[in-house]
């Protein structure tokens, strides 16, 4: 069995990045930002490990509506970017044996007031021991 790609990364953004939220878009998201919506993209996998392509975007509120100097999207999902490649990392969802770019840190114009920044990504991982 496999561990999911996107808890792996969820975990590291939440464990690494205080005050981004890693999670799936609900309803109000836009309330509470900055928000790091991760997700599965499909994949292959292997006798001993998976190769799995994750979207990480990250929404903010745009620089000039922003107050108190806060970072924009896109500083943001650079940020994500190289702490992620930097890997592994060892979370509780599972180990990612390593992480390859696949598309760099884009910004793109969200709404008046919203900016969100995505990337993708490669996430290699092994097979987790059942107990």
Do not use: C
Request: net charge negative; proline share 4%; no cysteine.
């Amino acid at each position: 069995m496999f561990a999911s790609a996107v808890d792996m990364v969820r975990d590291v953004i939440d464990t690494q990045f205080e005050g981004i939220s890693a999670a799936w878009l609900w309803q109000g998201f836009l309330e509470e930002l900055p928000v790091a919506h991760v997700r599965a993209k499909g994949g292959t996998q292997g006798f001993i490990d998976r190769h799995d392509r994750v979207e990480i975007s990250v929404y903010t509120m745009n620089p000039v509506e922003s107050q108190g100097g806060q970072l924009g999207a896109l500083d943001i999902a650079e940020q994500l970017y190289s702490k992620l490649l930097a890997g592994p990392h060892y979370t509780t969802a599972g180990v990612i044996d390593s992480v390859e770019g696949e598309r760099t840190p884009t910004l793109e114009a969200y709404t008046s007031s919203v900016d969100v920044a995505s990337f993708s990504i490669f996430v290699t991982h092994r097979q987790v021991p059942l107990t």
